[in-house]
């Protein structure tokens, strides 16, 4: 692929040295400059974030982050409340959405005859392009009361010796918000995994079944194997979108200021305290907190992102060198 | 140490082999496992379209689209939202589009091999950035001081499609046959002009789709709408230096009141905006089948 790439930026080249013509030189400098205007902007975009945050994290330092407070009244705040928020929604949805996407994927390429399996394909990718705000709706209209209505009671009536399955059922929670952003990470996920299943050599899962294995065993072994930091990265990219997402979050977690054991208990993650608060803070300083953890918000993604990015290019590079 | 996973491996072997009949009741339990896994997400669509289109049919009459959004619970459409909507994310496409297909160009026309990979990694990672953190950028360098104006509605979801349609593009400009380029070339036409009048023009379709599938997402995006384009009249308006309504954060504010009115409200709007993205989807798919066949006529 890059030697398409760069072949006809050669002949260019040669062109030049005859002496550039000025469309060229106008197109090409017009092209760098929107190419490197992308790089100056993501940099500009981390740098204007940190700096909106600046005051605050001079004025709470980094125990912020470790701080378990958000009160207006005496103008004290802290991040923890909110980073334990999003971390448990996304690990929960996480911990759903991956086996699920997996086994998705797996039927879409192993499984499914084609017939069937290119039109729900289609369904899966139209489930990821419902606007979050309207699953937001449908999760505070609709599934909230069903979840407290039915599956908090049930849990905690089988598993609610566990302290996280216990307390009063409620509509708005962290449990709806994971599951509604296990809803909005599949269709990612699985999509990611079906292009590594399809673009897996048929002859290593064929000499697996040919030596005895059992459809399953060849891909256990030796699928799974081949795809193993791919399915990685996939996971990270669902992590980071599960990290970021703010709105349909905000509709069904009810927001809280302090931790919560329970999972049935309101909470709040750092992009629904954000998207919340937006226009109701009272202080410089409550201001100020939101853009540190706008700040955080925005650190912890683009790590993830960056992992996720550099997991795929190792893993592209290996699979050319085979 | 190699003698003895030796003799591991034969000792598994020979367990599993025993075990046939468990082998295959492990597999039928893989191929039941992923048959339930495709019918919950597919059931979970279904779920929601189901329930969006039950409730938001009833209130689609022809009032709901020339009425702007009511004051105090009397009845009213959400006309200023759809005109607002159109507005901002016609404006973010006069943006982002220009601009990412340029970017496009440079990463598969200019770029060397060590450059495009690079501003690969720079587009997907800020296709990463959250949109909420998106929209407080905007938020930072342009509302604080200026206020809320449609422009920053625009500008912010342009970041978002950016990298949508750049990546896009990119991935069609780079399976544009090479002789193409070639034969231009070698009749003396100007890098430039084969690029423009060439390269472009068979990539158009999926450089089309691209474009639909962003303006999809981006019609749906309220976060960074909040930041930049939220505190705005109940009315139609085409004053862009104004923060104009718009469809998606319509819905969020109708989702959090506790008016039955305005809730309903808020189902019928949102089934305008799934019909508009789910038809848009449909259509980028359709281009996408075109384009792939016409690519591969030549």
Redesign the interface.
Same mark, same amino acid.
């Given at each position: 692929m890059s030697t398409t790439t760069t072949d006809p930026a050669a002949s260019g080249t040669a062109l030049e040295r005859r002496g550039i013509p000025l469309g060229d030189l106008l197109f090409r400098g017009a092209a760098a400059a929107a190419a490197y205007g992308v790089v100056v902007l993501l940099g500009l975009i981390t740098w204007k974030i940190l700096d909106l945050a600046w005051p605050a994290i001079q004025e709470f330092g980094l125990e912020f982050i470790w701080t378990e407070a958000w009160n207006p009244v005496t103008d004290t705040y802290g991040a923890l409340t909110f980073i334990y928020g999003t971390v448990v929604t996304s690990v929960i949805a996480l911990l759903l959405a991956t086996p699920l996407s997996i086994a998705i994927a797996l039927f879409l390429t192993e499984i499914a005859p084609r017939r069937l399996a290119a039109p729900i394909a289609t369904m899966i990718e139209l489930l990821a392009a419902i606007p979050s705000v309207v699953l937001g709706l449908w999760g505070i209209l609709v599934f909230g009361p069903w979840v407290a209505q039915h599956l908090e009671p049930w849990l905690e009536s089988t598993l609610g010796f566990l302290p996280i399955f216990s307390g009063d059922p409620s509509q708005a929670g962290m449990l709806p918000a994971a599951l509604v952003l296990t809803i909005m990470i599949i269709p990612i996920t699985s999509a990611i995994c079906r292009e590594l299943f399809i673009r897996t050599p048929r002859e290593l899962t064929d000499g697996a079944m040919a030596l005895g294995s059992t459809r399953w065993e060849a891909i256990r072994g030796v699928m799974f194997a081949y795809a193993a930091p791919g399915i990685a990265a996939a996971v990270l990219l669902g992590l980071g979108r599960a990290f970021g997402e703010a709105i349909a979050v905000t509709q069904v977690i009810g927001g809280a200021d302090y931790i919560s054991r329970s999972l049935f208990a309101p909470a709040d993650t750092l992009g629904s305290r954000i998207a919340s608060q937006y226009q109701g803070a009272t202080s410089q300083l409550q201001a100020g907190s939101l853009l540190y953890l706008a700040a955080i918000l925005m650190v912890i993604s683009l790590v993830t992102n960056v992992l996720a990015q550099l997991i795929v290019r190792k893993f592209e590079k290996q699979r050319r060198a085979v | 140490m190699s003698h003895s996973e030796d003799v591991q491996d034969r000792h598994d072997v020979t367990v599993s082999?025993n075990n046939l009949r468990k082998?295959?009741i492990?597999?039928r339990l893989? =191929?039941a496992?992923?048959? #339930?896994? $495709?019918a919950? =997400?597919?059931g979970? #669509?279904a779920l929601? !379209?189901g329930?969006?289109l039950f409730k938001g049919l009833s209130q689609l009459k022809l009032d709901f689209f020339t009425k702007p959004r009511p004051l105090f619970g009397e009845e009213g459409g959400i006309a200023d939202a759809l005109v607002g909507s159109a507005v901002i994310v016609g404006m973010c496409i006069v943006v982002a589009v220009p !601009?990412a297909v %340029?970017?496009a160009?440079?990463?598969?026309?200019? =770029?060397?091999?060590r450059v495009?990979?690079f #501003?690969r990694?720079? #587009?997907?990672? +800020?296709n990463?950035?959250?949109?909420?953190?998106?929209g407080?950028?905007i938020f930072?360098?342009l509302v604080v001081g200026h206020g809320q104006s449609a422009v920053y509605g625009a500008l912010a979801l342009a970041?978002l499609m !950016?990298?949508m349609v750049?990546r896009a593009t990119q991935e069609v400009l780079?399976i544009v046959p090479?002789s193409q380029?070639?034969a231009a %070339?070698a009749l003396g036409v100007? @890098?430039?002009?084969t690029?423009?009048s060439i390269v472009l023009p068979s990539a158009i379709g999926g450089i089309l789709t691209g474009v639909v599938i962003a303006v $999809?997402?981006v019609?749906?995006?309220?976060?960074p709408l +909040?930041?930049t384009s939220s505190?705005a009249a109940n009315q139609v308006s085409l004053d862009v230096s104004h923060a104009l309504p718009t469809l998606?954060v319509a819905?969020?504010t109708?989702?959090?009141s506790p008016d039955p009115n305005e809730?309903a409200a808020?189902?019928a709007a $949102?089934l305008v +905006?799934?019909a508009f993205? %789910?038809v848009l989807?449909i259509a980028a @798919?359709l281009i996408a089948g075109r384009q792939r066949r016409k690519l591969e006529g030549i």
């Open positions: - | 082999s082998r295959r492990v597999e893989f =191929a496992s992923g048959i #339930l896994s $495709a919950i =997400a597919v979970i #669509l929601v !379209l329930t969006v !601009l %340029l970017i160009i440079y990463m598969s026309e200019y =770029a060397g091999p495009s990979p #501003l990694i720079v #587009l997907d990672v +800020l990463g950035v959250p949109a909420i953190v998106v407080i950028f930072g360098i970041i !950016l990298p750049a780079e090479r380029r070639e %070339l100007t @890098k430039w002009r690029t423009w $999809a997402r019609a749906g995006e309220t976060a +909040l930041f505190i998606p819905i969020f109708f989702s959090e809730q808020g189902w $949102a +905006l799934i993205v %789910l989807n @798919k």
